[in-house]
């Protein structure tokens, strides 16, 4: 720019003679600073931001299900942290109680651990008092700690079925909009359900509760026993097969018929033999229904994710 | 209740008929599942079974067995179970007849069942396929074919076909071959092979670079570039015959495309100067210019109804890829997330576009859906991965890709799942092209 500057003074000073030079010169030298301009915009491809790219999708083969595993990795990972708590018993060493910090398992709380390690770094000068108090506390800590793990240990395998069901059972009321508006009716939703609720003792709230768990487990069922390609299907997204089928009381699957096939033959028949494969159903809720409970599933790919 | 009822009793009644179809279907609750466990079908395919008392040949046996699973396999529809696992005496295999104990496979998990059986006199065979639905429990497939023995290869890819036809309605890939390149003879020549890359052989022999081969939609002619006059020319070719012609205008003659269902071709030409896409006949004689603009376009891939077609064009700055709707001329450009998008690859489905995407030096393969424009990237950290060729169904998509060093071909799923290597040969390979399917019938 500099240059350029100096140019146009010296041309200044060069054509003293006449103002037309001087003129021509400018105007030169803004059409070369236009063309450049123009050629840089255009040669230029990727002004706009570009977005993240969306990631490709992965195939994975789940060998058996975590509920067991999780269970059992959690038993050696409670060890550790009782290792650990025995090491602060020792005659108060500085480092000692940070070192096995790294080796305490996730779900130990991390504020007994960050006072302890914090405060060699930041107060190095008052080490002696306020080591002895605090690692004297942060043993407690320690302690404490692994007695939660423990016995969330000891809780988790129960609790784990329970958690699914809960989560099962958000998720199908979140998915299902029409169910909740249904259910705000009252009446109109239930159908041939609600009819019997009146001899089962239960509030309507406490007995659409139920019949939602219920229903939750009837979806996981299903969707697990779920094979369906989509590169086998014609490959549109919006496609939806409905099929209604009959619960015994003891969970067997009695009735299969369709209520609406997609007109795509995989998806039709993957969907029905996703029901055939999860029969027997766990048995119905005692006293919830009368009789057999009649539901529906209505599949619809919704493509890769 | 029926006290107080009167008007009230009536509105609700008005309401519980207006908001019962909406709120379930039928007469019962509905739940929504849309999420598959699996995207893959569970399939068991038990070892051949001798058709007589007399042995087959165990060998023959193991071969046809093999080639029944890897072709199946190779669809990436199925989730093969492992032979391991099958509920079976030791040593004895399922025998072909209709005779099925299907709780023994609906035990394993398995949702589809075929069985082979197989009977050798002399140098001739007999073959029996069945495929079976174990859950409902019921034959969906039976067949008995007579041949060689050099025929049990194209006996169990009919079958295979078959099987495909049967669960999706669709021809399957089993007819279909790929045509690349390859410089394992120290130039870059055309060499074609099956579907799941047996059998490769050599189709051109000019001692020089030949690239961009492209299939009729019939399969009856290759058309390809090659440097045999020291400038890219287009030769056509029939795959079965002697009948050839050659584009040989001033400038460069490259890309070519076939046109779906005609026998003309569209390639890139500069005897004007710039670099457009000219549509020929079958036998290179030039008929119009299809694209006109100062940039260069190349690379055309044609939609299968052949009313639209994909380029590259760089007349925005970077090369990036447009779509030119051929009755109106109309232009628009498809891509615009990346700098460098290369390679058009129209979908046998017509819904999806495949392409290349460089960013720094490397390319990835990406495919945008026409409808909402969004595209999806379908290879990620692995070397270098470009020219995407669709199978004729538009379930696989074959690339190459230097993830292993040397450039070779491979092939993954049309969601890019499942990648892996089609073929190993000397030298290296690219530039993928699936034919349509071959057969006849």
């Given at each position: 720019?500099?240059e350029r500057?100096?140019h146009?003074?010296?041309?200044?000073i060069?054509?003293?003679?006449?103002?037309?030079r001087t003129?021509?010169?400018?105007v030169?030298?803004?059409?070369?600073?236009h063309?450049?301009?123009a050629?840089?915009l255009?040669?230029m491809p990727a002004?706009?931001?570009?977005?993240?790219?969306i990631?490709?999708?992965?195939?994975?083969s789940l060998v058996s299900?975590?509920?067991?595993?999780?269970?059992?990795a959690n038993?050696?990972?409670a060890?550790?942290?009782?290792?650990?708590?025995?090491?602060?018993e020792k005659p108060?060493?500085?480092q000692?109680?940070v070192?096995?910090?790294p080796?305490?398992?996730?779900?130990?709380?991390a504020?007994?651990e960050a006072?302890?390690?914090?405060?060699?770094?930041?107060k190095?000068?008052?080490k002696?008092?306020?080591l002895?108090?605090?690692?004297?506390?942060s043993?407690?800590a320690?302690?404490?700690?692994?007695?939660?793990?423990e016995?969330?240990?000891?809780?988790?395998?129960?609790?784990?079925?329970?958690?699914?069901l809960d989560?099962l059972?958000?998720q199908v009321?979140?998915?299902?909009p029409?169910?909740?508006?249904g259910?705000?009716e009252?009446?109109?939703?239930?159908?041939?359900v609600?009819?019997?609720?009146?001899?089962?003792?239960?509030s309507?709230?406490?007995?659409?509760d139920?019949?939602q768990?219920?229903?939750a487990?009837?979806a996981?069922q299903?969707?697990?026993?779920?094979?369906?390609s989509?590169?086998?299907?014609s490959g549109?997204?919006?496609?939806?097969?409905v099929i209604?089928f009959?619960?015994?009381?003891?969970?067997?699957?009695a009735?299969?018929?369709?209520?609406?096939?997609?007109?795509?033959?995989?998806?039709?028949?993957s969907?029905?033999?996703?029901?055939v494969?999860?029969?027997p159903?766990?048995?119905?809720?005692a006293?919830?229904f009368?009789?057999?409970y009649?539901?529906?599933?209505?599949f619809?790919?919704?493509?890769?994710? | 209740?029926?006290?107080?009822?009167?008007?009230?009793?009536?509105?609700a009644?008005?309401?519980?008929?207006l908001?019962?179809?909406?709120?379930?279907?039928?007469?019962?609750?509905?739940?929504d599942?849309?999420?598959?466990?699996s995207r893959?079908?569970?399939?068991?395919?038990p070892?051949?079974s001798?058709?007589?008392?007399?042995?087959?040949?165990?060998?023959?046996?193991?071969k046809?067995?093999?080639?029944?699973t890897?072709?199946l396999?190779?669809?990436?529809?199925?989730?093969?179970?492992d032979?391991?696992?099958?509920?079976?005496?030791?040593?004895?295999?399922?025998?072909?007849?209709?005779?099925i104990?299907?709780?023994?496979w609906?035990t394993?998990?398995?949702?589809?069942?075929?069985?082979?059986?197989?009977?050798?006199?002399?140098?001739l065979?007999?073959i029996?396929?069945?495929?079976?639905?174990?859950?409902?429990?019921k034959r969906?497939?039976?067949?008995r074919?007579?041949?060689t023995?050099d025929?049990?290869?194209?006996?169990?890819l009919?079958?295979?076909?078959?099987?495909?036809v049967q669960?999706t309605?669709?021809?399957g890939?089993?007819?279909s071959?790929?045509?690349?390149?390859?410089?394992?003879s120290?130039?870059?020549?055309?060499?074609i092979?099956?579907?799941?890359?047996?059998?490769?052989?050599?189709?051109?022999?000019?001692g020089?670079?030949?690239?961009s081969?492209?299939w009729?939609?019939?399969?009856?002619?290759?058309a390809?570039?090659?440097?045999?006059?020291?400038?890219p020319?287009?030769?056509i070719?029939q795959?079965?015959?002697?009948?050839?012609?050659?584009?040989?205008?001033?400038?460069?003659?490259?890309?070519?495309?076939?046109?779906?269902g005609?026998?003309?071709l569209s390639a890139?030409?500069s005897f004007?100067?710039?670099q457009e896409?000219?549509?020929?006949t079958?036998?290179?004689?030039i008929?119009?210019k299809?694209t006109?603009?100062?940039?260069?376009?190349?690379?055309?891939?044609?939609?299968?109804?052949?009313?639209?077609?994909a380029?590259?064009?760089n007349?925005?700055g970077?090369?990036?890829?447009?779509i030119?709707?051929?009755k109106s001329?109309?232009v628009e450009?498809?891509?615009?997330e990346?700098?460098?998008?290369?390679?058009p690859?129209?979908?046998p489905?017509?819904d999806?576009?495949?392409?290349?995407?460089?960013?720094?030096?490397r390319?990835?393969i990406?495919?945008?859906?026409?409808?909402?424009?969004?595209?999806?990237?379908?290879t990620q950290d692995t070397?270098?991965?470009?020219?995407?060729?669709?199978?004729p169904d538009?379930?696989?998509?074959a690339?190459?890709?230097?993830r292993e060093?040397?450039?070779?071909?491979?092939?993954?799923?049309?969601?890019g799942?499942?990648?892996?290597r089609l073929?190993t040969?000397?030298g290296e390979?690219?530039?993928p092209?699936?034919?349509?399917?071959?057969?006849?019938?």
């Amino acid at each position: 720019m500099k240059e350029r500057v100096s140019h146009v003074d010296a041309t200044r000073i060069a054509g003293s003679d006449g103002g037309g030079r001087t003129l021509i010169a400018c105007v030169a030298i803004s059409f070369l600073l236009h063309v450049a301009l123009a050629v840089v915009l255009m040669t230029m491809p990727a002004l706009t931001p570009s977005r993240k790219f969306i990631p490709s999708a992965v195939n994975v083969s789940l060998v058996s299900l975590p509920a067991l595993g999780s269970g059992a990795a959690n038993a050696p990972a409670a060890d550790k942290p009782a290792a650990a708590a025995t090491v602060p018993e020792k005659p108060a060493v500085v480092q000692e109680p940070v070192k096995p910090a790294p080796v305490k398992p996730p779900p130990a709380p991390a504020k007994p651990e960050a006072e302890v390690s914090t405060a060699p770094a930041v107060k190095p000068e008052k080490k002696k008092e306020s080591l002895k108090h605090k690692t004297f506390k942060s043993s407690e800590a320690i302690k404490s700690a692994v007695s939660k793990i423990e016995k969330e240990t000891a809780e988790k395998p129960q609790s784990s079925l329970a958690e699914t069901l809960d989560r099962l059972k958000q998720q199908v009321e979140k998915e299902d909009p029409r169910r909740k508006a249904g259910a705000g009716e009252g009446t109109g939703q239930t159908g041939t359900v609600f009819g019997s609720s009146a001899g089962t003792g239960l509030s309507s709230t406490q007995f659409r509760d139920q019949v939602q768990v219920y229903q939750a487990e009837i979806a996981y069922q299903v969707q697990k026993n779920w094979a369906f390609s989509e590169l086998m299907s014609s490959g549109r997204t919006e496609l939806e097969t409905v099929i209604g089928f009959k619960i015994r009381p003891n969970g067997e699957i009695a009735d299969i018929w369709y209520d609406q096939r997609s007109g795509d033959a995989h998806l039709d028949e993957s969907a029905y033999r996703a029901i055939v494969k999860s029969s027997p159903l766990p048995p119905l809720p005692a006293g919830l229904f009368k009789g057999d409970y009649t539901v529906g599933i209505r599949f619809g790919p919704k493509g890769i994710k | 209740m029926i006290k107080w009822s009167g008007n009230p009793l009536r509105v609700a009644t008005v309401l519980f008929i207006l908001f019962l179809p909406a709120a379930s279907f039928g007469q019962y609750d509905l739940i929504d599942i849309d999420n598959p466990f699996s995207r893959k079908i569970p399939m068991a395919i038990p070892a051949f079974s001798a058709l007589n008392t007399a042995d087959g040949d165990p060998a023959l046996m193991q071969k046809a067995t093999d080639i029944l699973t890897k072709s199946l396999d190779f669809t990436g529809f199925f989730n093969m179970i492992d032979r391991g696992a099958y509920l079976l005496e030791p040593g004895k295999s399922v025998a072909a007849t209709d005779q099925i104990n299907f709780r023994n496979w609906t035990t394993i998990g398995a949702e589809l069942l075929v069985t082979g059986g197989l009977s050798q006199t002399g140098t001739l065979v007999d073959i029996e396929l069945r495929l079976f639905d174990t859950l409902a429990g019921k034959r969906l497939l039976g067949k008995r074919y007579h041949g060689t023995v050099d025929d049990i290869r194209p006996i169990i890819l009919r079958f295979c076909n078959e099987v495909i036809v049967q669960l999706t309605g669709k021809r399957g890939i089993f007819d279909s071959r790929i045509a690349f390149i390859s410089t394992g003879s120290g130039n870059k020549e055309i060499y074609i092979c099956d579907f799941d890359g047996s059998s490769p052989v050599p189709f051109t022999r000019h001692g020089t670079i030949s690239l961009s081969p492209a299939w009729s939609s019939d399969g009856k002619w290759l058309a390809y570039t090659s440097y045999i006059n020291n400038k890219p020319d287009i030769f056509i070719r029939q795959t079965e015959g002697s009948q050839k012609a050659v584009v040989m205008e001033k400038g460069i003659n490259i890309t070519p495309a076939w046109v779906p269902g005609q026998f003309t071709l569209s390639a890139t030409m500069s005897f004007e100067g710039n670099q457009e896409i000219y549509l020929l006949t079958g036998s290179g004689k030039i008929i119009k210019k299809i694209t006109n603009n100062w940039a260069s376009d190349l690379s055309p891939s044609w939609a299968p109804d052949a009313k639209m077609m994909a380029f590259v064009s760089n007349r925005t700055g970077g090369p990036q890829i447009y779509i030119q709707d051929i009755k109106s001329g109309q232009v628009e450009r498809l891509t615009f997330e990346g700098s460098y998008n290369t390679q058009p690859s129209w979908s046998p489905t017509g819904d999806r576009i495949a392409y290349a995407s460089m960013a720094g030096s490397r390319n990835n393969i990406f495919t945008i859906d026409l409808k909402r424009r969004r595209p999806l990237q379908l290879t990620q950290d692995t070397g270098s991965n470009e020219s995407p060729s669709w199978s004729p169904d538009g379930s696989l998509i074959a690339f190459s890709s230097t993830r292993e060093g040397p450039s070779r071909i491979y092939v993954m799923t049309a969601f890019g799942a499942d990648q892996r290597r089609l073929l190993t040969m000397p030298g290296e390979q690219s530039t993928p092209s699936w034919s349509p399917n071959l057969s006849k019938n």
